[in-house]
């Protein structure tokens, strides 16, 4: 008797401490200590090996598809001799089996209590330890296993405060044309390519840092400074392998990097999320490179295109935005022979420049909506040129690549030509060469279309896109606008590149029936290269800068320039 209840107080000894243990709830448990625990009162009930299975559902359940666990095991011959079932409100399972070798005789009814008691305590902590894991995992992790942006402002919240991210280093950024690898190589194998980056980049960042994936091929990262320049290395250039046949497929990343200074406060999440969106958001222009470093310029920058665009609906509105005319001239008589409707903001009696708030304008619609009262004021003063009887010339009218996505945008053009009673043969729509199969669809339907209109369309800045011949061999345009940067300078004899290049596009255009005109002609040396090539078409300072109505009207009124004299 003596023995027996020396027994039970033994085991009510260690029982009180794996309640303890197993109650904690503050701090991570001392599985090693509960596992001891454990191990003790399974050889106190003579017991063999004890095997527990977690199951998300009953559905996993019901597969054998769950997560085992043995927590002791003596690797001897065993029969099961007791299972405890435990079933959260959340549905998961949890089950445990105990097992004694076969030699061992029964469990007594005291025994078999004690054991289905340390079995059930031991099941609600699995289970809760369990619970959590998975809500962690549903928090902080997505459905392909990166972990989130919720665990990245975790990271920061943590890291909250003065002086805790001193020598380290922020980064957003995205993998650059990822879209081209899913198309080429399919989706199972951008997915794998994905991790792979994910896996490489966690690597080089180390324990000191953490990385999350804001979606897509897009991520966050905070990282030691001391590590920085490899990371970098491998965002601006890494290979991956894929498939058999051993393919090894590049990948570039554009990304926007806030280096944090000694002492810098953190109060919330934007502190540095802020920076490094806006650092990104110039790398994405690609216009200075796409690493870039955050740095209070950037800031101004950013502050400077929330200002225009907070402006722009309440200046349309005031009429701010004038329509200026650049003169396209006939370079053999001199005739105007066309004109350019250009955009100038006058806002407080002074002119922004086009550069200063167009690219702004395109990062959102907006630039759709100035489009079209471009377009529209375009129409009015054509209309209105008709009732006076002056002569009228066909004007181009630019439009965004924004437009492209617009299905109505055929509609849109035509209901402002017709509204203002505007003969067709009035209007050019010149449109930018694209970058991407799916915006090169768009633009063929929507000049195809506008074709059909008797509209003329050009191609601007021919030259400048990456399937320029493409594009003329497919899209049946009216009018090919040449850049400025295949004009020859003054100084370029009739055999350099230039010269030459320019030479056979000239001849190529005029070919296929197509009008050229070349803009940004400046010089009469350069007039003189457009009239022995037989370009008939040029605009450029040399004639006039972009002018008010009003001085337009003008220049038509005169009708030509004296181009013998240039």
Not at 234 to 250: A, M, P, Q
Not at 263 to 272: K, L, M, Q, R, W
Not at 422 to 444: M, N, R
Request: with cysteine.
């Amino acid at each position: 008797m003596t023995t027996d209840i020396q027994k039970s107080l033994e085991f009510f000894e260690l029982f009180e401490k794996l309640a303890s243990a197993t109650q904690i709830v503050n701090r991570k448990p001392d599985i090693k200590g509960i596992e001891d625990i454990l191990g003790k009162i399974s050889a106190m009930f003579r017991l063999s090996k004890g095997v527990t299975r977690f199951y998300k559902n009953p559905a996993e359940e019901e597969q054998d598809e769950g997560e085992t666990m043995i927590s002791y095991d003596l690797h001897v011959e065993s029969r099961p001799v007791h299972t405890v079932r435990f079933v959260t409100r959340l549905m998961s399972i949890t089950t445990m089996t105990v097992y004694m070798a076969v030699d061992e005789p029964p469990l007594t009814e005291d025994e078999l209590f004690k054991v289905d008691l340390t079995m059930r305590t031991t099941l609600a902590f699995i289970s809760r330890n369990r619970l959590q894991d998975i809500a962690e995992q549903l928090a902080f992790y997505d459905d392909s296993g990166f972990r989130n942006i919720r665990s990245f402002f975790n990271y920061i919240t943590w890291k909250k405060g003065s002086g805790t991210m001193d020598g380290m280093a922020a980064v957003n950024y995205n993998i650059r044309h990822f879209s081209i690898v899913n198309d080429e190589y399919g989706r199972t194998a951008g997915d794998t390519i994905l991790k792979s980056h994910y896996d490489r980049a966690a690597e080089i960042i180390g324990d000191n840092g953490t990385l999350s994936r804001l979606g897509g091929d897009s991520f966050v990262c905070i990282c030691k400074a001391d590590v920085l320049e490899k990371l970098v290395a491998f965002l601006k250039e890494s290979f991956f392998t894929i498939g058999t046949d051993i393919k090894n497929v590049r990948i570039s990343c554009r990304a926007g990097i806030f280096v944090v200074p000694d002492g810098f406060i953190i109060s919330s999440h934007n502190d540095i999320m802020g920076r490094i969106m806006h650092a990104y958001a110039a790398a994405k222009t690609g216009e200075h490179g796409h690493i870039i470093y955050y740095s209070d310029s950037i800031t101004a920058a950013i502050n400077k295109s929330k200002r225009i665009q907070q402006q722009f609906t309440e200046s349309l509105k005031n009429g701010e935005f004038a329509v200026y005319y650049q003169p396209k001239v006939n370079t053999l008589t001199g005739e105007i022979c066309g004109g350019e409707a250009l955009c100038r903001w006058i806002r407080n009696g002074s002119i922004t420049p086009p550069m200063e708030f167009i690219p702004i304008l395109e990062e959102t619609n907006d630039i759709c909506r100035l489009d079209f009262h471009v377009l529209d004021t375009v129409c009015r003063d054509i209309r209105r040129w008709l009732d006076e009887g002056r002569r009228v010339v066909r004007i181009s009218v630019n439009l965004s690549r924004r437009h492209m996505v617009n299905s109505l945008l055929l509609e849109n053009i035509m209901e402002i030509v017709e509204r203002n009673r505007v003969p067709h043969k009035y209007i050019e729509i010149e449109l930018t060469e694209t970058t991407t199969d799916v915006e090169f669809k768009d633009l063929q339907r929507v000049v195809c279309g506008l074709q059909k209109q008797d509209i003329y369309t050009s191609v601007d800045d021919f030259g400048m896109g990456y399937s320029s011949l493409n594009l003329i061999r497919v899209i049946p345009w009216n009018v090919l606008k040449v850049d400025r940067s295949f004009l020859p300078t003054d100084d370029e004899g009739a055999d350099s590149i230039r010269s030459i290049m320019f030479r056979h596009v000239v001849a190529m255009t005029k070919e296929m029936g197509l009008e050229c005109i070349v803009e940004g002609v400046e010089t009469p040396s350069q007039l003189k290269k457009l009239k022995i090539n037989s370009c008939e078409q040029a605009q450029g300072f040399l004639f006039d800068k972009p002018l008010p109505v009003k001085e337009f009207e003008k220049r038509l009124d005169s009708g030509r320039y004296n181009v013998d004299f240039f």
